[in-house]
T-cell receptor, first 113, second 112 residues
């Protein structure tokens, strides 16, 4: 089945630093999604990417859909303490009227003030 | 509040109990999903319902039984669970094509 490899597994950074995480796959996806999950909550969508090569920003977050459609990265600039959480990439293969998301393992982000 | 509401938020049940998880969405989405999130593992898709019809069952044991009476409500009936079934169970919904996927806050299930 499809698998996503997300790295790094965890990051410990100082407030103000930039963060970068990525996902790679052996399969092609038509949509890449980046989610953030905080303790006791479900994942919340941060950025959605729908086209190969697309670069999209949401405030301090920037994500790109790889040209090969098999990878994506997420950057967070000037991190702040509230960026703490688990970040997941997810791929949507498409071809159906519903969506089966394949998730990465997650990146646990800790930001020290 | 994301538009997808799950109840209860927390549930502790014995291995011989029967309980149900509930999910409700009023986003007008056509598809609803159950995912399982265990510690240190990626989210696992369990079931997909599209226009109330089950379209995916990801080899889930029969002790988990989904029910989708209409496009806005989804249930997960649980019976004779095992301790390894303890996890966060997430409901999600999406419109056609899967874009606009929205998750609920989940039910934290503990099987004792």
């Amino acid at each position: 089945g499809q698998q996503l490899n997300q790295s790094p597994q965890s990051m410990f950074i100082q407030e103000g630093e930039d963060v970068s995480m990525n996902c790679t796959s052996s399969s092609i996806f038509n949509t890449w999604l980046w989610y953030k999950q905080e303790p006791g909550e479900g994942p919340v969508l941060l950025i959605a990417l729908y086209k190969a090569g697309e670069l999209t920003s949401n405030g301090r977050l920037t994500a790109q859909f790889g040209i090969t459609r098999k990878d994506s990265f997420l950057n967070i600039s000037a991190s702040i303490p509230s960026d703490v959480g688990i970040y997941f990439c997810a791929g949507l293969a498409g071809g159906t009227s519903y969506g089966k998301l394949t998730f990465g393992q997650g990146t646990i982000l800790t930001v020290h003030p | 509040e994301t538009g997808v509401t799950q109840t209860p938020r927390h549930l502790v049940m014995g291995m011989t109990n029967k309980k149900s998880l509930k999910c409700e969405q009023h986003l007008g989405h056509n598809a609803m999903y159950w995912y399982k999130q265990s510690a240190k593992k990626p989210l696992e898709l369990m079931f997909v319902y599209n226009f109330k019809e089950q379209t995916e069952n990801n080899s889930v044991p029969s002790r988990f039984s989904p029910e989708c009476p209409n496009s806005s409500h989804l249930f997960l009936h649980l019976h004779t669970l095992q301790p390894e079934d303890s996890a966060l169970y997430l409901c999600a919904s999406s419109p056609d094509g899967g874009r606009g996927y929205t998750f609920g806050s989940g039910t934290r299930l503990t099987v004792v």
